[in-house]
């Protein structure tokens, strides 16, 4: 197993700025900001962006969609944002990180719902419960997903696609955005599901150790990837370097797909979590820029 990236350790989860702060009183935030945390959490936090998940403004709930795999079917948890506006629209499955689905992904949900998508968050742990908790360590969570096989994460993410291209308000385009574990799963729909129209994948996994669960990863896969193809990786991403990157770039050139890998300068593993001190701001907000941009030229 490759030596696992600082910024995927659990323990980094266990006192996030905003827990800390919340512990400490607003009327202490400015000082514990710049004390405990150091200048450079404090020079990000005014550019943190504000949650979407509290936009009054969009229709937000907890649903379930049925996937069936063999005769069994199971109702997949999942978080839905929707505009309050009429009309088709396009819609997007957003893929949780090894956390599972929490606040943060259902944030990012709200964003694409506030740029005018229907989003979809299921909780891919479903059928296996609630992962082990980060205090646990980072072991726990490794063997967790370890047992869950990349054809059921496929399947279940596949039934999604279905309901979301069933609903009334879609206009029948289905893209993808997925985020470390989501970001290796997002590519791997890409190669799974023909119909799909868009992938986005930030420092998703591209090769690695295989197993009867994972028989295979991106790189692996380049040639069956239908949807075009955007991924964001962090220049300092000690568990994904560039090199990896620069990898899939050319395998995606050689099989003559339509993508753009991007890799960001003084940005590590998680850069676009902005409830972690991986957050990189310049470089998350050119990522998203980028995001929505790929999804309106093949989602619309």
């Given at each position: 197993?490759r030596?696992?990236?600082?910024?995927?350790?659990?323990?980094?989860?266990?006192?996030?700025?905003?827990?800390?702060?919340?512990?400490?009183?607003?009327?202490?935030?400015?000082?514990?900001?710049?004390?405990?945390?150091?200048?450079?959490?404090?020079?990000?936090d005014?550019?943190?962006?504000?949650?979407?998940?509290?936009?009054e403004?969009?229709?937000?709930?907890?649903?379930?969609?049925?996937?069936?795999?063999?005769?069994?079917?199971?109702?997949?948890?999942?978080?839905?944002?929707?505009?309050?506006?009429?009309?088709?629209?396009?819609?997007?499955?957003?893929i949780?990180e090894?956390?599972?689905?929490?606040?943060h992904?259902?944030?990012?949900?709200?964003?694409?719902?506030?740029?005018?998508?229907?989003?979809?968050?299921?909780?891919?742990?479903?059928?296996?419960?609630?992962?082990?908790?980060?205090?646990?360590?980072?072991?726990?969570?490794?063997q967790?997903?370890?047992?869950?096989?990349?054809?059921?994460?496929?399947?279940d993410?596949?039934?999604?696609?279905?309901?979301?291209?069933?609903?009334?308000?879609?206009?029948?385009?289905v893209?993808?955005?997925?985020?470390?574990?989501?970001?290796?799963?997002?590519?791997?729909?890409?190669?799974?599901?023909?119909?799909?129209?868009a992938?986005?994948?930030?420092y998703?996994?591209?090769?690695?150790?295989?197993?009867?669960?994972?028989?295979?990863?991106p790189?692996?896969?380049?040639?069956?990837?239908?949807?075009?193809?955007?991924?964001?990786?962090?220049?300092?991403?000690?568990g994904?370097?560039?090199?990896?990157?620069?990898?899939?770039?050319?395998?995606?050139?050689?099989?003559g797909q339509?993508?753009?890998?991007?890799v960001?300068?003084?940005?590590?593993?998680?850069?676009?979590?902005?409830?972690?001190?991986?957050?990189?701001?310049?470089?998350?907000?050119?990522?998203?820029?980028?995001?929505?941009?790929?999804?309106?030229?093949?989602?619309?």
């Amino acid at each position: 197993m490759r030596e696992i990236d600082p910024a995927l350790d659990p323990r980094l989860d266990q006192l996030t700025r905003r827990t800390f702060l919340g512990r400490a009183g607003a009327g202490a935030a400015g000082v514990v900001t710049a004390a405990v945390l150091g200048p450079q959490a404090a020079a990000q936090d005014a550019d943190r962006p504000k949650r979407a998940l509290e936009d009054e403004n969009l229709d937000k709930r907890d649903i379930t969609y049925p996937s069936k795999i063999g005769e069994q079917e199971t109702a997949i948890k999942a978080f839905l944002a929707t505009p309050k506006t009429e009309g088709k629209r396009g819609a997007v499955i957003v893929i949780h990180e090894i956390f599972g689905l929490n606040d943060h992904i259902k944030d990012v949900a709200c964003r694409l719902a506030q740029a005018g998508y229907t989003a979809l968050a299921p909780d891919l742990f479903t059928r296996e419960g609630s992962p082990p908790s980060p205090s646990e360590g980072f072991g726990p969570l490794m063997q967790f997903v370890g047992k869950i096989p990349d054809s059921q994460i496929m399947d279940d993410l596949k039934a999604g696609m279905r309901y979301l291209r069933g609903r009334p308000d879609s206009n029948g385009k289905v893209g993808v955005v997925g985020f470390c574990w989501g970001g290796r799963i997002s590519m791997l729909l890409d190669a799974n599901a023909p119909d799909l129209n868009a992938a986005v994948a930030y420092y998703g996994r591209i090769s690695g150790d295989k197993s009867a669960n994972q028989p295979a990863h991106p790189i692996d896969l380049v040639e069956k990837m239908h949807a075009p193809l955007l991924g964001h990786f962090g220049a300092e991403d000690q568990g994904i370097p560039p090199s990896e990157a620069a990898k899939l770039r050319s395998a995606l050139k050689d099989h003559g797909q339509v993508a753009e890998i991007y890799v960001y300068e003084h940005a590590g593993h998680a850069f676009n979590n902005d409830t972690r001190e991986s957050y990189r701001p310049e470089a998350a907000k050119l990522a998203w820029k980028r995001t929505l941009d790929w999804f309106a030229r093949y989602l619309s």
